[in-house]
Every structure is written in C-alpha cells, then in structure tokens.
C-alpha cells in the first residue's frame, strides 16, 4: 500500500513530466470531440501509433467524419477504409455501434461497455479522454508502469484494475492517464527503463530491478497453415470472391482449400490443380498463411461473387488477397 501524501507527490512529479515531456500533439489529444477519440481508441487496439497517425486516422475521418455518416456508411465502405488495419470485427463494431447511438455516444463506462466491441479498456479511456470521467485507463504500456510500481510479476486482472484505481488522480484524468501511458511508451519501456527519468521514482516498488516485473512470457512461434488457393476466371477476368463470415469478418477472398486438394469440381467438372500460377506468404496475429495460388479459367458465368478485375481493387480484400492479385497482374505481363 502506498501512502495518500507518496500518491499525492507521484502526482505533482507526473503532471510536472508529462507538461515537459508528454506526447500532446497527437491529434485525439487535442480534440474534445467523442467520436474522433473513440476512433483513436478503436484503431490503436493492436496496432502502433506511426501506423495509425501516417495511414489511416485522418483518412477515417475525413471519410466518415461524424458518428451519423459512419451509421450511414455501407459496411463495404467501412472496411475498404479499414483495409490494412487488421482485426477487421473492428470495423464491423464500429459500424454498429454508430448505428446504435445515432449523433452522440454516451459518457459513462456502462453504457459504452454495452456497445459492440468496446471493452474495459476502451470504455475507460472514451470516458476519461473526451467526457473527463474519473477513471483509469488499463492498456500495456500502463500494465507494465503499475506491475513495476508495485513490483508485481505476475498480477491478475482485478489486482491491477484495483492498483489502477489506488493511483489515478480523480481530480486531472485525462492528464493522468495520457501522462500514464507515456511514461509506459518513453520511459518505463519493455527492455533498459530509463528510472532515473521516470516521475514514478518515488514510489516504484521495482526500480531496483525492473525488468522482472511483470515476468516475462513464453511466447510461441505462429503455427504455418499451409493452404492452395483458388481464382476462377470466366470471361473477361472475372474472379469468384464470397465474403468471409468469421476470421476477416467481411473482407472478400479467394477459393481457400487444404493443401493436398488436387482437384477442385465446379458445375458437374472436375479442374485439375496441377499447375501453380505462383506462391503467397501472409503473416497474422495467430497464424502464418503459406499457399502455392493457382488460377482456373471456366465456362462463362455470372452472379454477385464475380467481379472484374477493377471492381476488385475497390472491394475490401486482405493483404493475402491483393499480393494474389499482383500475382496475376504478374502472370498476365508475361504471357
């Protein structure tokens, strides 16, 4: 337990740091505006502010720049804006909720709790950040500043929620919990913390040997899910393409089977897959795709999963699916 006056000068040392030091010019720190900061918050969910600064949150908005023209918007809209970003039920949320709460999200940690992909977390931060509710933020960065502050290898959820909430200064929230995951970022980082420069001196519990806390996890090599990969072409370079239901929820994509598949029947017929048009490599979160691509030219035929090769570059696709893409362009210039 850390004393109420050592919480109080962490205070005054934290603001004083993030004042000098803190990021402020990140644009969703310069904007009261719910909807821009709950973007923010969706997008940097597993993937690193350069990423979102450089590619996508000012094009996001200046797309759909209120909540209303987001619930407006076409799913298929939303995720070609997406495209790249990953964790693409995200999108998909987004939309959702946008059509659920019509001009204005609400300001409390319950309400937004009960909307489509916000969490804990996320809930915390919209409500600290653009309705400056007193509340503590709870992102990894910050995990990593209270494991240390309480020399904590191995804490459970509500043992940090509950530290979390022993140090937030109720009083400056948004201050405190942007100065909180700064010092995580800049200062009390992953691998040689700068303590000497960290306004949490005073009170970390860990700085005689950081790095222990939290402890370090196993982390696993991604499986290789090796796959063949089908593009049927009819006509005029028209290729089949259904939407996903579940991993990459909405996205467009090509014929997917197990990699020992050596036929593959389409309307009464069987086409021989006994020549690869190239080969495709795709890392995820969970999995590495390897896939030898091979294209199938058909009888004419028609329906809405056929597109031409421009509607394609305007649908929502993976990464995997624009590099089979290329492959085909590729094969194309050569023949």
């Given at each position: 337990m850390i004393e109420n006056d050592a919480i109080r000068v962490f205070h005054r040392n934290l603001h004083q740091w993030y004042n000098a030091h803190g990021r402020k010019d990140l644009p969703w720190r310069n904007t009261r505006d719910p909807y821009a900061i709950y973007i923010s918050e969706i997008m940097l969910q597993q993937t690193q502010v350069k990423t979102v600064l450089e590619r996508y949150y000012f094009q996001f908005l200046s797309r759909f720049p209120t909540l209303s023209a987001l619930a407006s918007a076409k799913q298929t809209e939303i995720l070609s804006a997406w495209q790249g970003l990953g964790y693409y039920n995200r999108a998909l949320n987004l939309h959702e909720t946008a059509r659920r709460c019509g001009n204005q999200l609400p300001g409390?940690?319950?309400s937004l709790m009960a909307l489509p992909g916000i969490g804990r977390n996320t809930a915390h931060a919209v409500a600290a950040f653009a309705f400056r509710q007193p509340v503590a933020v709870m992102e990894a960065n910050v995990r990593r500043v209270l494991s240390r502050i309480f020399a904590l290898q191995n804490p459970s959820e509500p043992e940090l929620w509950e530290k979390a909430g022993q140090l937030l200064d109720k009083n400056h929230p948004f201050d405190y919990n942007q100065a909180m995951m700064d010092i995580g970022a800049t200062i009390c980082k992953k691998r040689a913390p700068l303590c000497h420069s960290c306004p949490a001196e005073t009170i970390c519990q860990g700085k005689t040997a950081p790095e222990l806390y939290p402890a370090a996890k196993t982390i696993k090599s991604p499986p290789?899910?090796?796959?063949?990969i089908v593009v049927l072409q009819s006509g005029d370079r028209y290729y089949a393409s259904p939407r996903r239901t579940r991993f990459l929820n909405g996205l467009h994509h090509f014929i997917?089977?197990?990699?020992?598949?050596?036929?593959?029947?389409?309307?009464?017929?069987?086409?021989?897959?006994?020549?690869?048009l190239g080969h495709i490599r795709q890392q995820y979160s969970h999995f590495t795709l390897s896939a030898e691509v091979f294209l199938l030219v058909v009888p004419l035929l028609t329906g809405k999963n056929w597109h031409s090769r421009a509607a394609m570059l305007k649908l929502p696709v993976s990464m995997a699916e624009r590099k089979i893409m290329t492959l085909l362009d590729d094969s194309m210039l050569t023949k």
């Open positions: 409390d940690v319950e290789v899910r090796e796959k063949r997917e089977i197990d990699a020992d598949t050596t036929h593959i029947a389409l309307n009464n017929r069987e086409y021989a897959l006994d020549k690869p």
